[in-house]
């Protein structure tokens, strides 16, 4: 007796509903065959092709193991811990921002996404930085892990430093930042009538008026304090303690500007609380005559409109201006442009580049320029780091990366731009695509896609090579050492 036959005579019901249950049982065994051929499915190379397959008591492994290590490191970044824990010292002085083996995850119940994956590099002092990659390769992902910003609890800088040389208030024995005030040409500290709110003169009991010392103020009237240079590794320091680089010292540009900005506070609203927030003593209208500054810099027309408009009310590269303006409101040390303007159109594009350019050299202050978009870098990077996949896999000088690009990928991204002396009708591009980024080979990640792929290839991950004082590149086709070695 057949299958189908024994079912209906083990069911006793009409032949409809034994049709449904034969289906059932079907579809289930052939689920059963996916997975199982899936599983054991071999690559063209005859090796084992790692399964996306996950049965429900791994998924439940993962996700045991995933909230032990994302407990672990949530409470490191909610400990009270004294400054010696996260300062720490630059390994070149010339530098504002040195990145080493990086590595921020995300805990997903699939499996842990590398998403930067032991990522190096430095930011000059006064310099800008262009990071390049194709989406997905984790640009933002180290721009965020930079400001603490992953959203957590999956999202989390796993290991690694993130050194950052900030210019924080000095403090006093009673933890308060130090005044700087004006002096005469004696050297005496120059005193004034203390005022209250509405600007009356305030006396004392005996009816004298009260004195208190003038505090210097920079141009655009905000009290100044006296400063101290320090190096913090952002990786180690509890989320608490960033507040006193996120905007002040390190100020971001996010991608999205529309929604960036808060819908239900004016944009008065939201650049005064740049000034009230980091800069101790300022008063409501210290804040307004700042945030009107900022517009100004950064060319809005109409300021004071601009101040009480929403930002709904606003275009997409006047929202973007004023993203800009909120950067710069806290008179940043580095600023994160991560795709500064990729929302906007050609002509507003080319004037928020030369804004920013302008605003460096204002500042004398040093960008890490985030885009996928080449021409972006080469008008404005003084060095470039190429990411593939989570990893660094060139970087040097922009002269380097654009006139002696080494690696296959950048060489395949530089043939992907489109320019008017081609004539080809259609622009070149890199099959394939980058790798599951939960199970990431052991070998090169760029192997499937690579046209000149050797026998080394199949063997372990490249090592970075440098190839010039400032030029490096990970790939076996330079690593002369490696081949040495091998041979
Ligand atoms: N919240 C998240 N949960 C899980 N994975 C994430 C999360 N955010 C980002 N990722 C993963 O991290 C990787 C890097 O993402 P990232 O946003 O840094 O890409 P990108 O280089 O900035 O791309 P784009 O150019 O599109 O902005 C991607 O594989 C992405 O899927
Ligand atoms: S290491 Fe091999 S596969 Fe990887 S980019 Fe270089 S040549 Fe291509
Ligand atoms: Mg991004």
Known sequence: ??????????????????????????????GLWEKLAAKFKKNKDGTEE???????????????????????????????????????????????????????YFFTDQGVVKAVNGVSFEV?????????????????????????????????????????????FKRGADGKPIPIYVRD??????????RDKKGNIRLDKDGHPIKEPRQQRDEYGTKQYEMEEKVFDIAQMPIKEMY?????????????????????FTIGNQLDEVTLLHFP???????????????????????????????????????????????????????????????????????????????????????????????????????VVVMYAGRIIEQGTASEIFHNPMHPYTIGLQKSKPTMDSDSDTLFNIPGNVPNPINMPDYCYFRERCTRCTERCHGEYPRMVQVSPTHKVACHLYDQEGADEKE
């Open 244 to 264: 006193r680089l996120r905007g002040r010292q390190i100020a971001m540009i996010f991608q999205e500007p529309m929604t960036s900005l808060n819908p239900v």
């Open 50 to 104: 790692k399964s996306h397959y996950l049965s429900g008591k791994e998924v439940r492994a993962i996700a045991k193991e995933n909230n032990r290590i994302m407990r672990r490191l949530e409470q490191r970044k909610k400990r009270k811990a004294p400054e010696s824990e996260f300062v720490t010292e630059m390994k070149d002085p010339q530098n504002i921002l040195e990145i080493e083996d990086l590595h921020s």
């Open 1 to 30: 007796m057949s299958f189908p036959e024994k079912l209906k005579e083990i069911c006793k019901r009409c032949g409809e509903a034994c049709k449904k249950a034969w289906q059932a049982v079907c579809s289930f065994f052939k």
């Open 185 to 194: 040409e004696k050297g005496e500290i120059v005193y004034d009538d203390a």
């Open 281 to 383: 003593g300022s008063s409501k209208e210290d804040a307004k005559k700042r945030s009107i500054e900022m517009l100004n810099l950064v060319g809005i027309a109409m300021p004071e409109r601009v101040y009480k408009s929403y930002p709904h009310e606003l275009s997409g590269g006047m929202r973007q201006r004023v993203m800009i303006s909120m950067a710069l409101a806290g008179d940043p040390r580095l600023i994160i442009a991560d795709e500064p303007t990729t929302a906007l159109d050609v002509t507003i594009q080319a004037q928020i580049l030369d804004l920013l350019r302008d605003l460096k050299k204002r500042i004398n202050g040093s960008i890490l320029l985030i885009t996928h978009d080449l021409g972006i870098i080469a008008e404005m990077a003084d060095y």
């Open 124 to 168: 000059p002092q006064g310099s800008t930085v262009g990071v390049v990659g194709e989406s997905g390769c984790g640009k933002s992902v180290t721009s965020l892990s930079v400001m603490q910003l992953l959203q957590g609890p999956q999202g989390q800088i796993y290991s690694g430093s993130i050194r950052f040389k900030s210019l924080d």
